[in-house]
């Protein structure tokens, strides 16, 4: 088991009259190897959540345990949580401050007290991980595409070697190829290195696609926890907080009010075409 929150509950402005929930009673098990999709609407507290998976913020009351480890506990390594628990957040200028892209995927292993070089070692590997060759090691990642910057940040964090790789909005702002070059490496980082992946994003179409498990939050709270076809069969409740199922979801449920007897849980553009072959094929 890799990572349990129980009762988590954060609070923010405590005992002033801005108090406010960005967390309250959320319980969940993320199992090694695991590839989670978080999901939620602005001020849901998906943000929150996962700032508390690696110890950058701390529960206002509730337990949150790594490898079976409760990290509140006297005397707990934070450093090396962080170093196991990577986070990449949404805007990877927040992580980016070197000047050329080597010296900035080196910076994490630096910390850890590591020869020379088993650091660089370790930020070409990291590097090539995310598709990033030598010509790309000089250059200023501030001068890189948004995509690329991504990946400087995804690489600096590999280069750490954790064990849950966490990603907040990773496509926010790129076009679709970028989009899809980004969730690619991911995916593969997933099933090549059976990285922990917790992604967080907006479009529930890349959630059908990767990921294996859902995590819905609302107002603070864990609303479902299940497969992407199980928490997508509760479209109309997603639609009341907010979000809503993949585009195919409604396509699917329009075939069907005009008698075409599609299946009813189709959630990717793949799953329909196939399904609409055997249809005509019949």
Known sequence: M???????????????????YALKNVNFEIQDGEFIGLIGHTGSGKSTLI????????????????????????????????????????YPEHQLFE???????????????????EIESRAKEALNLVGLDESFYKQSPFELSGGQKRRVAIA????????????DEPTAGLDPKGRDEI???????????????ILVSHSMEDMARYADRLIVMNKGEKMFDDTPRNVFRHYKELE??????????????ALRKEGIPVEEDLITVEEARDAILRLIGK
Do not use: W
């Open 99 to 117: 000047a050329d892209v080597f010296s900035d995927v080196c910076f994490g292993p630096k910390n850890l007290n590591l020869s020379q070089g």
């Open 183 to 197: 969730l690619g490496q991911i995916e593969k980082l997933h099933r090549e290195q059976g990285l922990t992946i």
């Open 240 to 253: 009341a907080m907010g979000l809503a199922a993949p585009q195919i979801t409604y396509i699917v449920q």
């Open 2 to 20: 890799s990572i349990r929150a129980v009762n988590l509950t954060h609070i923010y402005g405590q005992g002033t009259a801005f108090e406010q």
């Open 51 to 90: 700032q508390h998976l690696n110890g950058l913020l701390k529960a206002t009351s509730g337990e949150l345990y790594y490898n079976g480890e409760n990290i509140y506990a006297h005397g707990y390594d934070m450093k090396g949580l962080r170093s196991k628990v990577g986070l990449v957040f949404q």
């Open 156 to 167: 600096g964090v590999l280069a750490m070697k954790p064990d849950v790789l966490i990603l």
